[in-house]
């Protein structure tokens, strides 16, 4: 391991000046340990934000908060959460493992990096790691890899479950940082990889995740997601949905959709929320969803079992949320 100074902040004051200093935020670790050991990240500098007061969970003003360093276990456990937004704390506890959950905050998981295999391997090209220097996963192996979004660039698809679950019910981040405080959507948080895959989300350098904010929805609970993978635990999405449905006299009245380990980031499905409004809720119409969903798939030679396999996984999650509905 490289050597780095690590500083604990007392105060949120304290933590946004180191950041601006250049120091790095650590919450759980989980994620940035680790790729400091594979000498994939080296930050000379870090900041634990552990002791800051952003662990809450709780409503205001009929928005549900949860504070950036919520751990993941606390969140899918909270009562308000199982009750208000099922879909959740179901992507959460079909994440990581006990051990990490307990560990992990919300604001890290948000910001975990990809799961390509070759973004870990120092000898391997990587545009992500090493801009400029190519994408060994689009010759690779890439069955894991996105289907939507890539790019010539890159192809690794993004890894939060929970995220998935936030763009579908239009959650905002809060942030904070040098230059004030700002909120916007989850799903803002991400970008595509064009060409510059190495920039992975909009905050600005020294910006801070404090909160994450869900917008009230009646029929959220409703909501299912649903996550196929190569085993059943400890292991990412191949393919995820996060799906709820409000249907009055068997007909859709609302539908929320948004899927993961298909994207470079997380995919709101929202052609296909729109044809399901005014539809039937049965599986002919989940079918003509699903069918929508994968309509702009491009999948690599390793990966088209994921076309397939997003269109069945769309239909079992509707299903899903319909019986809930
Ligand atoms: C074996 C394994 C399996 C896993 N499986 C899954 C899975 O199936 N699904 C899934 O979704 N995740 C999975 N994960 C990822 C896990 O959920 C993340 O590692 C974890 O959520 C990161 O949270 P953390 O608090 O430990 O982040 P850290 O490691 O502390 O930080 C991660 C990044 O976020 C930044 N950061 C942290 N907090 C903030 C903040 N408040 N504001 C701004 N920047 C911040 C850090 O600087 C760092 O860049 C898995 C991880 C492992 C190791």
């Not at 493992?97 to 990809?114: D, E, F, H, K, Y």
């Amino acid at each position: 391991m490289m050597p780095f100074t690590l500083e604990t902040a007392r105060s949120e004051a304290d933590a946004l000046r180191a950041a601006a200093q250049g120091a790095r935020f650590i919450a759980g670790g989980t994620t940035l340990v680790d790729l400091m050991r594979e000498h994939v990240e080296q930050p000379v500098r870090l900041v634990d934000i552990n002791a800051l007061p952003l662990s809450q969970i709780g409503i205001d003003a009929d928005v549900l908060a949860i504070g950036a360093l919520a751990r993941m276990a606390d969140v899918a456990a909270h009562p308000l959460v199982t009750r208000l937004h099922p879909l959740i704390a179901e992507s959460i506890v079909e994440g990581a493992t006990p051990q990490l959950r307990n560990m992990a905050s919300i604001g890290g998981n948000l910001l975990q990096r990809v799961r390509c295999p070759y973004f870990r391997m120092l000898d391997a090209a990587c545009n992500k790691r090493d801009p400029g220097s190519g994408c060994a996963a689009n010759e690779g192996r890439h069955g894991g890899h996105a289907i939507l979004g890539r790019s010539e660039h890159c192809c690794a698809a993004h890894p939060s479950d929970l995220a998935v679950a936030l763009v579908a019910l239009d959650a905002t981040v809060r942030v904070r940082g040098a230059h004030g405080e700002r909120e916007f959507p989850v799903e803002a948080l991400y970008r595509l990889p064009g060409d510059t895959p190495h920039l992975e989300h909009t905050l600005e350098p020294g910006e801070m995740i404090v909160e994450i904010r869900v917008p009230p929805l009646p029929w959220s609970t409703t909501g299912r997601y649903l996550k196929v993978r190569d085993r059943e635990s400890y292991e990412f999405a191949l393919v995820s949905a996060a799906a709820a449905l409000q249907v009055r006299d068997g007909v859709i009245a609302g539908a929320r959709l948004a899927c993961g380990g298909v994207g470079t980031r997380p995919w709101r499905m929202r052609a296909a929320e729109t044809w399901l409004r005014g539809h039937p809720a049965n599986r002919s119409s989940f079918e003509a969803a699903a069918a929508i969903c994968i309509a702009d798939a491009s999948p690599l030679p390793g990966n088209r079992f994921k076309v397939e396999l997003l269109r069945r996984t769309v239909i079992r999650t509707l299903e899903l949320a319909g019986e809930r509905s």
